[in-house]
Structure formats: structure tokens, C-alpha cells
């Protein structure tokens, strides 16, 4: 479909769309209409739809690879064309363009002022085609709360891309005036009606998955650019936005299961979490934090040990199989390996399907959204949280930085089991520094050699941890007795035979790690407040 590019139109007014998904069972969707906090605060019976809509890129997907939707409605006679984009670290916002157009062919023109030069070029070389189609049948409400008022769209249909479909069942909750906590309110709500999965996935996401035949994807965290300026307060709104962004991308690849990055990201979403709640410790009442992180401990326990056998299978085993062709059982190690990971995922998506796991990302939604940690401070943490967010970070950075260096205090002669607490103490100051170095210096080199210098020790440390996991692996299936004995043994070989190069390169990496400096101290002015970690977190 060749675009029509010879003269511009006048692109339609930006919106800005706040909207949260709620994924049900398609028996249980009808239901929802019975919800107590929509019988009380529903305007009227609401409105329902056909909804039919193709979306559109080019052979070569330029369009979503730049973040934009691109697709053509049909409800009744009226054809309206959608133009949809990622908004940033905020979970529930996009940007959207709308225009109407003639037929369910594409107008490429409108999109033209809305995209950069280089995709503008590209979208003039390649012409865009249909990828796939959406057939939903929607029911609208409108719902009123004192914080704001909510759409309701119960949809259910179904998306179709040549012989593959994907049912589709779920509430979709759009703000229309108020506060976007409003919507986190009737979210929470709606999941003491029945069981939920919040989810930020749009159709047009699972669509192109579907085309592709592939799962969903893992990003990785978004990274924060925080202006120095900006307020405590503001820091760790939008810290936390980035935390919850993170955890709602890792959910559907997690739970899909078919890409091993979406366990990962997923895990590693809960540790930044957690790290982030540890940060405020100082400032907030610890038994909302302490709440919010034993929620996240429980489920990320609940992942770990699919996370294990997925890097045992696709890593250590791989490797080790490649590396020793003539050994005998790696074939029946596999198999026992691939029984083992099938149960730990199926034991996490229990978890993840959990209503425990649904209350708590949708009350993490709500509580972020609404600052809930104002609540939960003391008139001085108040004024604390209004100053310069910038005096916080280069403290909390310096004393995490300390921590590491007390803890590997004669480095060379510490124990494994010192070594191990090293390893944890690195892993928290570089969760830490993703967050606050942005306020100190940005992503400059200073930054970016100080992040390079503590992954480098990180890597190095967890080789150890890697041999413990895969001991502890092994014995589980007790390789010994099942055939696979022999694939064992030259796993265990493999590694000790690795660790005999490990402690020149850990001792190196250490000691560039020491003898680097840190980039939130260079010209920055002596400080006043000194903060300290102790089992109840920071204090000054």
C-alpha cells in the first residue's frame, strides 16, 4: 500500500491517554457489570460497540520499532484513524492522535508530522501494510468516583493475523477528568469482585506478537533522567513509576514463559523495587515499606527457581555440552533439567495468577499514583522530602559506597561465604546508583566508568554464586542415579576448572573498583547530613 505523501494534512489535536487493563476470564467478564462500586457509581446502563480495526507498518516494522501504533477503526459507518505512542516512565499514559478517514484504507500523511525525519524517510522508501486485524465486541460505562471520572470498556473479541487468533477478554479503565488515581481506586475494587490481572500490554503489542509468532517482550529498565533539581519528593515518584513500569513489561514475558529474559526482568524488577523502597527508609514510616517489600519478596522467591533452571538449561548446560561432545548424558540431564523448569514455572504462574500477586501491583499502582508515603511522615520528613533531592543522593551513594568497602576490607584473604556478602552489598549500590547517579552527574563518562567498574565486579563475584546454584541444581535431580552422572561430573570440572582463572580477574576488577573515583563526589560541595544502614534501614 503505496503511502500518500504529495501533500501534508493537518495533523489531529495530541491527546494524552491514562489507561490500565484488566485481563479476566471470558466467562467471568459479563459479571463485572454486577461489581458493587460500578452498580453505585455508573451514570447508566452505558453504550456497546462493534469495533473493527486493522493495524498497519511497514515489511520491516519501522513503525513500532520507533514505539508507534498505527491503525484504522470501523464502528458503524465511522472510520477513524489512530496514531499511538509510549509516553516515558509513566505505566499508564501514551500519546495518541486521532483523524477520521474515508475507509479502512490507511491515510500515511496525517502521520508524517508526528514522526522524526529519519522514520518520515523511511515510511516514504516503504509503503505500509496490514499486519493484523481486531473484531471486539465492547460495552462502555462511564463511573464517577470523588477522585475522577473512569470509562469502562468491557471488550471481548478476539485478534486475527493470517491462520493464527488470540482471544481477548478485559476491562480497559480510561480516565476522563480527575486524578489517574481513580483509576488505580476502581481497579482495586473491581480485583475484590473477582480475580484480575492488571496488565499494560496493548492489542496492538499482542497483535504484532501474534503475527511474529513470538512472545512477549523483556525490556529492560527504562533509564531515569532526573534533573538535579528536583525535589525528594518528586525523585522518588518518579523512581518508583520507573520500578512499577518495569515490573508491569516483565509480567505477560514472564508468565509466557517462551523468552528466558522475561523471568529475568521480571526478578530483577522486585530487587529494584525493593532496593527503591529501602532507599526511602530514612524519610517514611517503615511499616507501609515494609509491607509493600515482603509483597515483593514473596513473589520474587516465588520465581527463583524457574530463573535457576533457565540458566542452567540454556547456559550452563549448553556450554558444557558444547565444550565436552564425547561425555555421555547430557541428553537425559537435559531432560530431567527441562521437567524440573517446566514445574517452577508452573509453581510462579500460580504465583503470578495469585490474587496476593494481583493486590499487590495494583496497590503499588495506587499507592505510588497518590504519594502515599506523604501519609507516613513525620513533620520533618515532610520538609525533608521538599528539598533538593540531589543532597539525599550524594549520601545515600556515599554510604552504600562505604558499605561495599568495609565489607571486602583485605579483600584478597576474605572467605567465599565474605566474598558472597561483598556480592550483595555491590548488587545494592548499583541498583542504588541507577537510580541517583542521574541526579549527580547525569549519564556522562564519570557516570558510565563507575557503572562499568561495579558490573565488571558483580559479574566476577557471581561466578561463585553460579558454581553454589548449579551444586544445589544438581543434587535436586540427584544427576548420580538417573543416567546423567557422567554429564554431571563434567559440568562440575567445567566450572572448578573456570574458577582457576577467577581471582586474578575478580582481585583486578576490585582493585579498579577501589581505586576509581566516584563520579557524585568530584566538585561536589562537603555535606552535612551522614546516613548510616542498619537493619531498619537508612539513618541520618
Not at 358 to 382: K, N
Request: glycine letters at 6%; hydrophobic letters at 40%; one cysteine or more.
Amino acid at each position: 500500500m503505496t503511502p500518500d505523501v504529495s501533500s501534508p494534512r493537518d495533523v489531529a489535536p495530541y491527546a494524552s491517554e491514562i489507561e490500565l487493563k484488566l485481563l479476566v476470564a471470558s466467562d467471568r467478564l459479563a459479571d463485572f457489570n454486577n461489581a458493587p462500586i460500578i452498580a453505585a457509581n455508573a451514570r447508566n446502563k452505558g453504550t456497546r460497540k462493534h469495533l473493527k480495526a486493522v493495524y498497519y507498518d511497514t515489511p520491516k516494522r519501522a513503525l513500532r520499532r520507533d514505539g508507534f501504533s498505527f491503525r484504522v477503526r470501523q464502528s458503524g459507518t465511522r472510520f477513524t484513524q489512530t496514531v499511538k505512542t509510549e509516553s516515558g516512565n509513566d505505566p499508564l499514559r501514551r500519546g495518541e492522535w486521532e483523524a477520521a478517514v474515508p475507509s479502512m484504507t490507511p491515510d500515511i500523511a496525517l502521520a508524517m508530522p508526528l514522526v522524526s525525519d529519519k522514520l518520515r524517510a523511511e515510511l516514504e522508501r516503504h509503503p505500509v501494510e496490514a499486519v493484523f486485524s481486531s473484531d471486539i465486541h465492547r460495552h462502555q460505562r462511564l463511573v464517577d468516583l470523588p477522585s475522577g471520572t473512569v470509562e469502562l470498556a468491557f471488550d471481548q473479541g478476539h485478534l486475527t493475523s493470517g491462520d493464527r487468533s488470540l482471544p481477548i477478554s478485559e476491562i480497559e479503565l480510561e480516565l476522563k477528568s480527575g486524578s489517574p488515581s481513580a483509576i488505580w481506586e476502581l481497579a482495586l475494587r473491581l480485583a475484590e469482585h473477582d480475580q484480575v490481572k492488571p496488565s499494560i500490554r496493548t492489542k496492538s503489542a499482542r497483535g504484532f506478537d501474534l503475527a511474529a509468532d513470538a512472545p512477549p517482550r523483556a525490556p529492560k529498565p527504562p533509564k531515569l533522567r532526573l534533573d538535579p533539581s528536583v525535589s525528594l519528593d518528586e525523585a522518588f515518584s518518579e523512581i518508583l513509576r520507573s520500578c512499577l513500569l518495569h515490573l508491569l513489561q516483565s509480567l505477560p514475558a514472564a508468565e509466557d514463559g517462551r523468552d528466558v529474559e522475561g523471568m529475568h526482568q521480571l526478578r530483577v524488577a522486585l530487587r529494584r523495587l525493593r532496593s527503591a523502597l529501602d532507599l526511602m527508609r530514612s524519610v517514611v514510616s517503615l511499616s507501609k515499606l515494609d509491607l509493600m517489600r515482603a509483597e515483593a519478596k514473596w513473589l520474587a522467591g516465588s520465581l527463583s527457581g524457574a530463573r535457576d533452571w533457565d540458566v542452567f538449561r540454556q547456559e550452563t548446560l549448553r556450554t558444557v555440552a558444547e565444550g565436552c561432545p564425547s561425555v555421555a548424558g547430557f541428553e537425559t540431564l537435559g531432560a530431567l533439567a527441562d521437567e524440573r523448569r517446566a514445574s517452577c514455572y508452573d509453581n510462579a504462574r500460580l504465583a503470578l495468577a495469585d490474587r496476593r500477586c494481583q493486590y499487590f501491583v495494583i496497590g503499588l499502582g495506587a499507592w505510588i499514583e497518590a504519594r502515599g508515603w506523604r501519609s507516613d511522615v513525620a513533620p520533618e520528613g515532610l520538609a525533608q522530602l521538599a528539598e533538593p533531592a540531589i543532597n539525599f543522593a550524594r549520601n545515600i551513594l556515599s554510604a552504600q559506597h562505604a558499605r561495599v568497602l568495609k565489607r571486602g576490607r583485605r579483600f584478597k584473604s576474605l572467605p567465599i561465604e565474605e566474598r558472597h556478602r561483598v556480592r550483595l552489598a555491590a548488587k545494592k549500590l548499583r541498583y542504588v546508583a541507577d537510580f541517583l547517579l542521574p541526579l549527580c552527574c547525569g549519564h556522562g563518562k564519570s557516570a558510565k566508568r563507575f557503572s562499568r567498574r561495579l558490573a565488571d565486579l558483580q559479574q566476577q563475584l557471581g561466578i561463585y554464586n553460579d558454581m553454589a546454584t548449579t551444586t544445589s541444581l544438581l543434587a535436586d535431580i540427584n544427576a548420580g542415579s538417573t543416567g546423567s552422572g557422567m554429564a554431571a561430573a563434567a559440568i562440575a570440572g567445567w566450572q572448578a576448572h573456570a574458577m582457576v582463572g577467577v581471582e586474578a580477574r575478580l582481585l583486578k576488577a576490585w582493585s579498579e573498583f577501589t581505586g576509581g573515583k566516584v563520579p557524585w563526589s568530584i566538585d561536589a560541595p562537603e555535606q552535612p547530613i551522614k546516613l548510616v544502614q542498619t537493619n531498619a534501614g537508612w539513618l541520618r
